[in-house]
Every structure is written in structure tokens, then in C-alpha cells.
């Protein structure tokens, strides 16, 4: 029984020896037979330095386009309305279309005789005076019935009358009828340039 117990580590030794494919640890095969990319199915994530770094790696981006159009702040309105021999021109921005169609409407009515030329528009940004929709029949109509090539312009709380009336009266009653409809927390003043035919200067 002795010379069997011998021959196995030889026999073992000439298998290493020559190489012999069968020969090899099946365990040590299998490790190596096994694909690389079941190892690191994953792909590793990079990890932050810092909690600061990993709180501004969570934080999404802004909007840039979000950013690029902010909404700007609403505006008072603009009125230019000026007679020109038998046209009267109205110019300007006021908020709402449907005070723009009354305005003009009640002008078209009122001054039946003069051509209402609508270059008005009506832009949504702009704060809503409260009284663009009574300023035609209120102010206007009676304004270019008493004024020769009348003018009233407003901008920034600032009524200014450009034109002639006939009668030193009619000097203080329109600026008492300015004051009285357009007047609000935007009013602030008036500039009454309104002259008297035949006078050089103004009434005070």
C-alpha cells in the first residue's frame, strides 16, 4: 500500500509540470471564467467633498429663460389729445380697450363736427387711472368746444392745456373741471397754459 500513497504527489507534481488543461484547480477556474463586468455592474458615483458640495449638487439649476422674463412694473397712462383745425388726434396708452372704445365713442358723438383720429392704444401693463371712461363727455367735448386748437396732454400725474378761449372765465372753469375728473393718487398737478385771445398773457 505504500507505493501508492507516493505516487499521487508525483503524479500531481507532473500535471503542474506539463500544463495539462484537466489538470487544473476547478475552483480556480471558475474565478477566472467568471465576465469582468458582472464585478461592477454600477458605475461609481462621484462623491462630494463636502455637505456643502452635495447640498449644491441636489439644488436644480435655475431657469435662465424663467429669469430672462421677469414682469415689469405697471406704468400710468399716457394721453396726448390735440385739435388740429378739424381733427382731433388722440395719442397715448391706457390700460383697458373697453375705456379706449368709450372714450373715443362718447368723442365721436360730442364733436360730431371735428374727424377723431384713434392712434391710442391700450396696453395691459399700465395702471388703470379710474377715470379714462368719463373723461370724453366729462372734459373733452366741452374742452374743444370752448378751446381754439385745444391740447391737453397727461403724463406722470401732470395735466398740462395748451390752446385760446375767447372769455377770461372759461380760463377757471376748465381747470376746475380738470381738477374735479381727473383726480386720483397719481394727480399732482396742472399746468395751465391756456391763453386768452387777445391777451398776451395767462390769467393767474
Not at 505516487?7 to 477556474?29: H, N, Y
Not at 462630494?48 to 406704468?75: C, L
Not at 377770461?168 to 394727480?187: A, L
Request: charged share 30%; aromatic share 4%.
Amino acid at each position: 500500500m505504500k507505493p501508492f500513497r507516493t505516487a499521487v504527489p508525483v503524479l500531481s507534481l507532473l500535471c503542474t509540470l506539463l500544463l495539462v488543461p484537466g489538470c487544473e484547480d476547478p475552483q480556480l477556474a471558475k474565478k477566472e471564467s467568471q465576465p469582468s463586468g458582472e464585478k461592477n455592474s454600477e458605475t461609481p458615483q462621484p462623491v462630494p467633498d463636502s455637505p456643502k458640495e452635495a447640498q449644491e449638487t441636489q439644488k436644480p439649476k435655475p431657469d435662465s429663460q424663467a429669469e430672462g422674463t421677469k414682469q415689469k412694473k405697471p406704468t400710468e397712462a399716457v394721453l396726448d389729445i390735440v385739435e388740429k383745425g378739424e381733427t382731433v388726434t388722440v395719442k397715448g396708452s391706457i390700460k383697458s380697450r373697453f375705456e379706449k372704445k368709450d372714450l373715443l365713442h362718447q368723442l365721436e358723438v360730442g364733436l360730431p363736427e371735428m374727424k377723431i383720429v384713434d392712434e391710442l392704444e391700450s396696453t395691459p401693463n399700465r395702471i388703470a387711472m379710474g377715470w379714462e371712461g368719463r373723461l370724453g363727455d366729462a372734459l373733452l367735448v366741452p374742452f374743444f368746444k370752448t378751446v381754439e386748437n385745444g391740447e391737453l396732454h397727461y403724463d406722470k400725474g401732470i395735466v398740462r392745456l395748451e390752446g385760446r378761449i375767447k372769455r377770461e372765465k372759461d380760463f377757471k372753469i376748465i381747470q376746475m373741471r380738470v381738477i374735479e375728473i381727473i383726480n386720483g393718487p397719481f394727480s399732482r398737478d396742472i399746468e395751465n397754459n391756456l391763453t386768452v385771445e387777445g391777451k398776451k398773457k395767462a390769467p393767474q
